[in-house]
């Protein structure tokens, strides 16, 4: 078992150099370029070059430029090159790029209701969270629409646990942390006043070196990110807890989209519904193989008893009837949950 997270570890740990070897790959620039598209579209992440999520969506732009005969192509701008979600979603109104790539924090910025993909303790598991998908997709991209934007496809982020200096195994634990509060999250905010965490609000750049000075000691961000973040070097238990299902999206300026011809349209929506799925596979994957790297590397999993995961869960349930009506309809909440326990019933789960 040692070797096999050691070659997790190995896998994972090399990413670094990748990414390193992908931005001087970036500078010769890419092969499918030598014809300058008649649609362009420019997108924004933060995702480095070298990652997983950078080489499908380079991918991606190949297939749709030999589809379309060149006429449709993409140009990415990794690793936070145009400033944070907010900086890209205020370019892409101003039509200086045409897409990005948006976690859940920027998506609330442009509809708020699509937070509620990201309540806690709501997704027991990767199936559920495609059963809420399947049941508030065609509301979500309608929303977005509505606001000037196109949805390319959907980018899990993944389940998000609790990463502490100190073992946090009950509510009262947690209450007594430094916790960090992703700056100008307004849903994780409720969930950490509900539990009863003061919580300190940084942004995200801003953890790993408030990690080193002590001014955290606890934050929420998946396996994966705990890893390629390097948090895991100031961090030393992880609470064997899923808090929520993060999630991301690729966003499209709806306008430029409109431009293209209906019969592109379609080629760019086949090419993403592959690319995304593949995309969702790996990242559920790198999570999995990220844990068992972490664990290898220095951090303890804290299991929690079933009343403290009872209290957990109670905790989450208040959080959704709270923010209904604020950040979402009641009916929103009540189509997710309907959806949930049938799912549940037919897997013969408690509901």
């Not at 390193?20 to 579209?41: D, E, I, T, W, Y």
């Not at 430029?256 to 593949?278: C, G, K, L, N, W």
């Not at 959080?319 to 189509?335: K, N």
């Amino acid at each position: 078992m040692r070797g096999v997270r050691s070659r997790h570890l190995f896998r994972l740990t090399v990413l670094s150099a990748v990414i390193v070897l992908g931005m001087v790959l970036l500078s010769l620039g890419h092969p499918a370029a030598a014809k300058r598209p008649q649609h362009l579209f420019k997108v924004a992440t933060i995702a480095p070059q070298g990652s997983t999520w950078m080489k499908l969506m380079e991918e991606m732009d190949t297939r749709v430029r030999e589809e379309t005969g060149g006429e449709v192509g993409f140009r990415f701008y990794p690793g936070g090159q145009q400033g944070s979600d907010l900086d890209v979603l205020r370019k892409i109104r101003s039509n200086q790029i045409q897409g990005g790539g948006i976690a859940g924090v920027g998506l609330g910025q442009i509809e708020p209701a699509l937070r509620i993909m990201e309540l806690p303790f709501m997704f027991r598991t990767v199936e559920e969270v495609e059963v809420g998908h399947e049941a508030l997709d065609p509301i979500f991209e309608q929303r977005l629409r509505e606001r000037g934007f196109h949805l390319l496809g959907w980018a899990e982020i993944g389940f998000v646990y609790l990463f502490s200096q100190q073992p946090v195994r009950t509510v009262a634990d947690l209450q007594a942390q430094r916790m960090w509060l992703w700056e100008g999250d307004p849903l994780a905010q409720a969930l950490l006043e509900e539990i009863g965490v003061s919580p300190i609000p940084l942004n995200i750049i801003d953890v790993l070196t408030s990690l080193q000075t002590g001014i955290v000691n606890t934050v929420y961000v998946t396996p994966y990110g705990c890893l390629s973040l390097q948090w895991f070097t100031r961090l030393q238990y992880m609470t064997d807890l899923r808090l929520t299902h993060s999630i991301g999206a690729v966003v499209l300026s709806a306008s430029a989209f409109d431009r293209v011809s209906p019969e592109h349209q379609a080629m760019i929506t086949r090419i993403a519904d592959d690319t995304f799925a593949r995309l969702n596979q790996a990242t559920r994957r790198q999570n999995e193989e990220s844990i068992a790297a972490v664990v290898e590397a220095r951090i303890e999993r804290v299991e929690l008893t079933a009343s403290t995961i009872t209290n957990f869960n109670a905790i989450g349930r208040r959080v959704w009837q709270s923010l209904a009506g604020e950040l979402y309809e009641p009916e929103l909440l009540d189509r997710l949950t309907a959806a949930l326990a049938e799912a549940r019933a037919e897997q013969g789960a408690p509901r």
